[in-house]
């Protein structure tokens, strides 16, 4: 895999334009609206994730790949663009050298040994005496028919250690390059080579493009280990990448909007002839992120059958907890405890796992009795069911211990759901389950989620509360919630308008730095302020671009403030900037309040060289600022 190619597997075309375009779900693909002309009626910009294009079906008539996008918004040339999109990678680029053409067409040569290779395992399964006892297996013991193992081109390493060898030295291959292509490999104590598959069933394994990349092989023999052996890693084969069947299961896949994972090479194989064309398998590895953005191209519906053995189930849980992490998320705004907005991450995917019979593999079910199998895959287990059912299958559920430890797996579950009664039935469904309340899951869920979001603070929320802790808690009562109005107004700066708006309204003050006490929330306001004085940019680029570095930690946090109005209407989110505006400057008044009447008080028993009419002066007003406050606090929000 060249340079261009591992940048298009490891970046997600959806991924990288929501970071221009807000883009919307339309089916399989995604449209918003074009970020090259001037639009605002017709989302006509369409990102097509199965292929990694985008089109633009307005006024430009544009479209590309990610290095087009790249290329067309920041207006750079193919290099800079390169250069750019495998940093984002994390790759190394490298550079169109005459030796990196060299090495390109190395790789294509290897790819044409391997090509060949396929024809060489085909010939010996089909024109010799032990192939042709292996094509019997094939036919008998598997049940699969001539159609069946033509199309997955089916192959016999012969039973000898150097036959491709010999055959390929003859056809002027070198050591070199069948050793590169992972076809021998080097004999344990003496010199020389042999040939790395022997007495084998040969599976071709080929990239999502078509393109020959390996073999897996199953032993024929109960003496011969491992029963199932791959090739080697080599230039152009990373098993951790690559899905067995993918290349003719992207259409299918793409048809029936769902993905059915199998363990085994004979599983993929034996379901497509059954009719069950949308399957694939990692090969006997657990699954990784790069195979799992592979399948998000095609489909946010997964259903895992794996071997329903205690190596199967760790496979499974490995399984979910990759799809979880690599799968879309999008953002739900919910209330918290303190009655603040925040937003939390659904999981934008349908995980199922299904349960097989003791003893019985897919391809064996399905060849048998496809209703059966069919039957199978409808009555999958939703994720959280199945996570349930495993930790809890023989555990002692009279232990705190194991309660918690349950709890703290599948509330993270739980959260993903991104319907809300799913969420509630399950919370329900695993306080049963472990004879707790609701409430208590609740308080896990909680735990997680601040745990999750402020990790330094895990030590000192079980530490002793002292005068300093109280003196802390109530700066960081200020603090949390200048930080809460800064998170908003960052991610949507044309709220100032509204809120001043809305301010004049209510004969109180426009925002300014005065209601920020902390510097670095001063610095952001400033910064706020000044992206909509000027035109050059969009007010966001602004503020992201004259952030100072060291306060990278804000881009972080705002993430949790991405608004879509789906989730949350606008008028919620306004209403949550206006209520926390107005309590922060309560608050402050307050405490003012609170010092000027202890100096006023004080002055009454100690000399002092304070000016008592201006203090007087000054409470008086700040009582009339929180009255104002209390009667705007305590009216309905009207917004414009």
Sequence with gaps: ??????????????????????????????????????????????????????????????????????????????????????????????????????????????????????????????????????LSYLKQNRRLNDKTIETFELGYAPHAWEVMLDHFHDKGISDKELLDCGLITKRNEADGYHDRFRNRVIFPIRDASQR??????????????????????????????????????????????????????????????????????????????????????????????????????????????????????????????????????????????????????PDEIALQDADRWQTIVENAKPIITHVIDTLTAGKNLEDPKIKSEIAEKVIPLIRDIPNAVERDTYRQQLARVLHVSEQSLFSVSEVQYLNKRHPRRRKTAMEPDSLETQVKAERNKFYNLEKHIILLLVKKPDMVYDLDRYLKKNDLPPISNEDMEFGDLQ?????????????????????????????????????????KPESITQNHIFTDLVQTFLNLRKNKVVEKINSLSMLHNSSETEPTNLDISMIQKELLESIKMRATLDRVLSSPLISD
């Design 523 to 563: 610095l952001v306001l400033s910064l706020i302020l000044d992206s909509l004085k000027q035109i050059e940019i969009d007010a966001q680029e602004y503020i992201g671009a004259n952030l100072p570095g060291d306060m990278a930690w804000l881009k972080a946090d705002s993430e949790e403030f991405i608004l």
């Design 1 to 134: 895999m060249n340079n261009i190619e591992e940048i298009k597997a490891r970046i997600d075309i959806v991924d990288l334009v929501s970071e221009t375009v807000k883009l919307r779900r339309a089916g399989k693909n995604y449209t918003g609206f074009c970020p090259f002309h001037a639009n605002t009626r017709t989302p006509a910009f369409v990102v097509f994730p199965d292929s990694g294009t985008w089109r633009c079906f307005g006024e430009c008539n544009e479209g590309g790949d990610i290095f087009k996008f790249v290329m067309r918004k920041e207006g750079w040339d193919f290099p800079e663009a390169l250069h750019y999109l495998a940093e984002k990678a994390g790759i190394t680029p490298e550079p169109v050298t005459p030796k990196k053409k060299e090495e390109d067409e190395y790789i294509e040569k290897l790819r044409s040994i391997l090509e060949e290779a396929v024809i060489f395992f085909r010939y010996h399964l089909t024109q010799t005496e032990n192939g042709k006892q292996t």
């Design 212 to 361: 020959i990349c390996g073999f897996g092989a199953r032993a024929l023999s109960s003496n011969d280990i491992p029963k199932y052996l791959n090739s080697p890693q080599t230039l152009i084969f990373d098993k951790s990448a690559l899905l067995f069947g993918l290349d003719k299961a992207r259409k299918p896949i793409r048809t029936a909007d769902q993905v059915v994972i199998v363990e085994g090479y004979f599983d993929v194989i034996g379901l497509y002839q059954a009719g069950f064309q949308n399957v694939v398998s990692p090969m006997g590895t657990a699954l990784t992120p790069v195979q799992m953005r592979h399948i998000k191209r095609y489909t946010r519906r997964i259903i895992l059958a794996l071997d329903p053995d205690s190596a199967g189930e760790k496979a499974t849980l490995k399984g979910l907890e990759v799809a979880r992490e690599t799968m879309d998320h999008s953002e739900e705004f919910v209330f918290d405890p303190r009655g603040l907005v925040r937003s939390e991450a659904r999981l934008d995917a349908d995980i199922r796992v299904c349960s097989l019979p003791d003893g019985l593999d």
